[in-house]
């Protein structure tokens, strides 16, 4: 995640990729709908990586919420 001033900002960025403008969300967006999921918030237990997958289940409901179910936010495995 990349945190910019402003959508200009974002696109003046010498990164920025045309066709990504799905991605520009304000953070309180973010701050509000998911780094309250448990994925977020027990980042510090020592089992974490282990229970990973179980914490991420409320993740693509978020997405959701967020008003972003498209192609842009799924998530798929590496490889």
Do not use: C, K
């Not at 001033?5 to 010498?14: D, I, L, M």
């Not at 990586?49 to 919420?65: I, K, N, V």
């Amino acid at each position: 995640m990349n945190l910019f001033r402003s959508e200009e900002h974002v696109r003046q960025w010498p990164r920025f990729a045309p066709g990504s403008e799905e991605g520009i969300r304000p953070v309180a967006d973010f701050v509000t709908i998911l780094f309250v999921l448990p994925r977020y918030r027990e980042r510090l237990a020592p089992d974490y990586l282990l229970r990973l997958g179980e914490l991420s289940r409320h993740l693509p409901d978020a997405l959701e919420r967020l008003g972003r179910s498209t192609p842009f936010w799924r998530f798929s495995p590496p490889g």
